[in-house]
């Protein structure tokens, strides 16, 4: 009997890390580890400073999930309504108390 192996799908993930501080940097380097290590992702990067506007793109976005590191809170907003799973990495010392949502 011969076995066939059929890859998983790997899952559309946006980053949305700045890369400027040492903090974003680790954050970058773990998930690259990460990737590595699994091969379940497929990323799309875009390095943004903590005031950038609105990328036209993450309007649109259809992929599986989103990891943002940024303090624009129309990005945080747009990121809660696309209804996407989302992980949110607050600048040190700073909590967020709107970047909490659920998915149903």
């Known amino acids: 009997m011969t076995k066939v192996f059929t890859p998983c799908k790997r899952l559309q993930v946006a980053l949305l890390v700045e890369s400027s501080r040492a903090y ?3 954050i970058l380097s773990g998930i690259a580890k990460f990737i590595r290590e699994t091969n379940t992702w497929s990323v799309f990067f875009q390095d943004l400073n903590f005031s ?3 990328p036209e793109w993450l309007k649109h976005w259809k992929g599986n999930g989103i990891i943002a590191r940024l303090e624009n809170d129309d990005i945080l907003n747009l990121i809660q309504r696309l209804k996407v799973p989302a992980v949110f990495f607050a600048p040190r010392g700073c909590r967020r108390q709107n970047a909490q949502h659920s998915h149903g």
């Open 24 to 26: 974003g940097r680790d």
């Open 52 to 54: 950038d506007e609105t």
